[in-house]
C-alpha cells in the first residue's frame, strides 16, 4: 500500500498484494541531505527509498520563468514553490465535461473540478503534460494540434483539507480539447477520479460541490462559446 512517508517525504510500500503493509521510516532529512540521498541513490538508512518513485516539478519564478530547479511534489507543496500546471477544457455542444474528485486526494476531495487538469512533470513541456493528463485520466488520446491553448493563469492555495496545511502555487496554461476529438474512448483513471459529470455551459459552478474557479471558467466560456 502507497502512502507518504512523513519524514523523509517518499512514498513508502512494504511487500506486494495480501503481504503489503503500511510503514513509516523515522529517518529525519533536511532538503540538502534529501537531495544528497537522492543523488547517491542509497536508502541512507531508510528502508522505504525507492528511488524510482515520486514525482518531481520544474521550479518557476512568481513571474513563471524556469528556475533551474527540480524539486519532489511533496516538498513542492509544503515550502509553496511555484511549480507548472495544465488544465483541459473538454466539451460537448453546450455541455463541459467535470470530474468528482476522489474523497482521499490532497486537495478539494469530493469536490467537482474540470474533467483534465494535472501538474507538468519535470523535463516536460506544458502541450505534453496536457496530452499525457489527458490519456491517464481519461483514456484520450489527443495530437498537439488537437489542443487550442486560452490563457494562462495564476492558481494559488494555502489550506488544510484535512491532512495538515496544503500549499500549492501554480502557473496553469490552459487549453480546450478540439471537439471534433472523438469520445468514444472516454473512461476515467478509477485511481483519480470518483465519476464524470457533464454540465450545461450555463451552470451556476460556485457552489459548495465545486472547486471551479468562477474567472476560469467565465474566461474559458467567453472563449470557447
Known sequence: MDRLCENCWYFVCDGEGEDAEEGFCDLMLDEDEYARMLE???SAGCKYFRPDVGEYFDLLSPTGEPL??????NAVHR????????????????????????WD?????????????GH??????YLTAARREL?????????????????????EVDADFGHGRFVSNEHCRVYLLHPTVPLT????????????????????ITG????LLPAEWHKAMGLIF
Open 40 to 42: 547517491s541513490d542509497t
Open 68 to 73: 533551474g530547479i527540480t524539486k519532489e511534489r
Open 79 to 102: 515550502d509553496g514553490d511555484w511549480h507548472p500546471s495544465v488544465h483541459i477544457f473538454v466539451i460537448q455542444g453546450d455541455r463541459v465535461l467535470l470530474q468528482r474528485r476522489k
Open 105 to 117: 486526494k490532497e486537495s478539494f476531495p469530493g469536490k467537482l473540478d474540470l474533467a483534465c487538469t
Open 120 to 125: 507538468v512533470d519535470a523535463g516536460e513541456d
Open 135 to 155: 490519456q491517464e485520466e481519461l483514456n484520450l488520446s489527443a495530437g498537439a494540434d488537437d489542443l487550442r491553448y486560452l490563457f494562462t493563469q495564476k492558481l
Open 185 to 204: 474512448t472516454l473512461r476515467y483513471q478509477a485511481e483519480e477520479i470518483d465519476e464524470l459529470v457533464w454540465v450545461d455551459r450555463h451552470t451556476d
Open 208 to 211: 459548495a460541490d465545486y472547486c
